[in-house]
């Protein structure tokens, strides 16, 4: 018997499965894919997340991997461009966009190394009760049988369509409709660069990776979705070259270095995050609009608030059950505030105001610091709008 299974080895999961295994438990880490292997992701890792990876001994493991560091971010909208960086989290100052199948893997390896056992390959499939709480999950590696394996805790790290979150029944506590569809592909574009273009109805967002390459990503409203989809790629070259076209005109000629990839499902919720022997991290406990680029951040903070909310106390009920209402409390505090802040920048609208806002903002280093800091999650919306500056508007 296990003390904890994790279903889902990406980053959330292969996270928590690493913090686990570093207090001593005994944990089973599930993935269905065949790692390494690429997903869908914007890749970028703002501050407080390159924090979390630098607290557990792996942001050299990723500077390694030849993924440059991002210092600065340029933002431009209705004729404005503010160019900062967000305020250091724990003397972090820079932000990372790795290629996820480099990664997920350095989190998994962690994660063995710590003790963890890892089983790719693997399909998670029903999960065990007793005596109404989970009590562990069937599987099957490939081509192998069913089997049945127990723990005093299963943890859905499985994605926004979570098959664990659906078993459970996982309530909704807070939902929206999807607002934006999104595509992407790299581009050979040297050099460290996060950069924001925004225009109405549409958003342009461009990051450094791997190897020389730049993610560049195009959102548009999702009542677009149904007739971009069918020509997307030459809708997506329009948004790239109508709303950066500095960056646009420097790859125009040779194009882009991948196939193109995209979504039109990106769903809004919050589900309640634990309940009697099962817990859930990163999308499978909430998702939002990938526009922000917070999803792997928010799945290294996830874990982090579950494995501290785990430690010091036996696994086994009620005390199990305690920490783990703790946890969705904590959890459900963590992500609304970026759960709604996400949901307003996915509107894709530029109003007057926001306009006269980003003015004043730019007119002083100091609330340009204070708003990548926002946006990165090292500080509040409540720092930012202080009364102070509310009332200079």
Not at 21 to 43: C, I, Y
Not at 93 to 120: H, K, N
Not at 246 to 266: F, I, K, M, N, S
Request: glycine share 10%.
């Amino acid at each position: 018997m296990y003390d904890a299974i994790v279903v889902g080895a990406r980053c959330a999961g292969a996270a928590t499965a690493l913090l686990l295994a570093r207090q001593g438990r005994r944990v089973l880490l599930l993935e269905r894919a065949k790692f390494p292997k690429d997903t869908l992701s914007t890749l970028y890792i703002h501050q407080p997340g390159v924090a979390r990876l630098a607290a557990w001994g792996l942001l050299d493991r990723i500077a390694a991997t030849g993924c440059p560091p991002v210092d600065s971010v340029s933002y431009s909208v209705g004729g404005l461009r503010l160019t900062g960086s967000s305020r250091p989290v724990d003397g972090q100052g820079s932000a990372y966009a790795p290629r996820r199948y480099l990664l997920d893997q350095i989190l998994v390896d962690a994660a063995v190394a710590a003790g963890a056992e890892f089983r790719d390959e693997t399909s998670a499939g029903e999960l065990l009760f007793e005596d109404g709480r989970v009590a562990g999950v069937r599987c099957r590696t490939a081509g192998a049988t069913w089997q049945d394996e127990r723990a005093a805790l299963v943890i859905g790290a499985d994605g926004m369509r979570s098959q664990t979150a659906a078993q459970v029944k996982a309530v909704v506590l807070s939902e929206a409709g999807p607002r934006t569809c999104a595509y992407y592909t790299y581009w050979d574009l040297p050099g460290a660069r996060m950069s924001l273009h925004e225009a109405p109805g549409r958003w342009v967002g461009a990051v450094s990776t791997n190897d020389g390459a730049t993610l560049v990503g195009c959102y548009f409203p999702q009542t677009e979705f149904q007739r971009i989809k069918g020509n997307a790629l030459e809708a997506y070259l329009g948004c790239f070259r109508d709303n950066a076209p500095d960056l646009y005109e420097q790859v125009a000629d040779a194009g882009p270095v991948d196939r193109l990839y995209g979504t039109g499902d990106q769903q809004n919720f919050i589900r309640r995050a634990a309940g009697p022997g099962w817990a859930l991290v990163g999308d499978a406990a909430h998702h939002k609009d990938s526009i922000t680029a917070r999803g792997i951040t928010d799945a290294f903070l996830q874990a982090q608030l579950l494995a501290d909310s785990l430690a010091g106390t036996p696994w086994r009920a009620p005390t199990l059950d305690e920490s783990l209402r703790r946890y969705a409390a904590a959890h459900h505090d963590l992500v609304v505030d970026g759960f709604h802040s996400t949901l307003f920048v996915a509107e894709l609208t530029v109003k007057q105001e926001r306009l006269d806002m980003l003015c004043r903002v730019a007119e002083s280093e100091e609330m340009t610091a204070l708003y990548f800091s926002m946006l990165s999650g090292a500080c509040s919306a409540d720092d930012f709008f202080s009364d102070e500056f509310v009332a200079s508007l």
